[in-house]
């Protein structure tokens, strides 16, 4: 049994040796996004091809479960179409982790928000419409970020 503070063995390995880490040079699209609960950065780039993530990095100054979802959640989204991807959810990336303490689970919410954000800059570069409930996320984030 695990301990309520332990990392799962996922978790470890992924935080030992992250998959994409790093940036793209002009990335079709970018997120950048705080942790407010621990004022930790993460940023992820996108290279999008006919709707499709073809290639995605990431770069982040956050903890071990930061690192570890950003990790996974770029296994989980890469060769899938935006659509798909706006539909990951917090759940997912952390059972794809086998768990993440719960002191942790605000860390997780970082690589799922700098996804939203990422697609959401590729579609206003692109002047493509922006999904009501994205646009709605896109606003939590920034006014979230405002206030800080
Ligand atoms: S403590 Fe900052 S991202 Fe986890």
Same mark, same amino acid.
């Given at each position: 049994?695990?301990?309520? =503070?332990? #990392?799962?063995?996922?978790?470890?390995?992924? =935080?030992?040796?992250?998959?994409?880490?790093?940036?793209?040079?002009?990335?079709?699209?970018?997120?950048?996004?705080?942790?407010?609960?621990?004022?930790?950065?993460?940023?992820?780039?996108?290279?999008?091809?006919?709707?499709?993530?073809?290639?995605?990095? =990431?770069?982040?100054?956050?903890?071990?479960?930061?690192?570890?979802?950003?990790?996974?959640?770029?296994?989980?989204?890469?060769?899938?179409?935006?659509?798909?991807?706006?539909?990951?959810?917090?759940?997912?990336?952390?059972?794809?982790?086998?768990?993440?303490?719960?002191?942790?689970?605000?860390?997780?919410?970082?690589?799922?928000?700098?996804?939203?954000?990422?697609? #959401?800059? #590729?579609?206003?570069?692109?002047?493509?419409?922006?999904?009501?409930?994205?646009?709605?996320?896109?606003?939590?984030?920034?006014?979230?970020?405002?206030?800080?």
């Amino acid at each position: 049994m695990r301990g309520q =503070f332990t #990392y799962s063995k996922k978790v470890l390995s992924h =935080f030992r040796k992250p998959h994409n880490l790093g940036n793209i040079k002009n990335p079709s699209g970018l997120g950048e996004v705080g942790n407010l609960a621990c004022g930790d950065v993460m940023k992820l780039y996108l290279k999008i091809e006919d709707d499709k993530i073809e290639e995605i990095k =990431f770069e982040t100054y956050g903890c071990a479960a930061a690192i570890a979802t950003s990790s996974v959640i770029t296994d989980l989204v890469k060769g899938k179409t935006i659509e798909e991807a706006l539909k990951m959810t917090n759940k997912e990336v952390i059972d794809s982790l086998d768990g993440l303490p719960p002191i942790k689970i605000h860390c997780s919410l970082l690589s799922v928000d700098a996804l939203g954000e990422a697609i #959401y800059d #590729y579609l206003v570069k692109n002047n493509r419409e922006i999904p009501k409930e994205l646009e709605e996320r896109h606003r939590r984030i920034t006014t979230l970020a405002d206030h800080h």
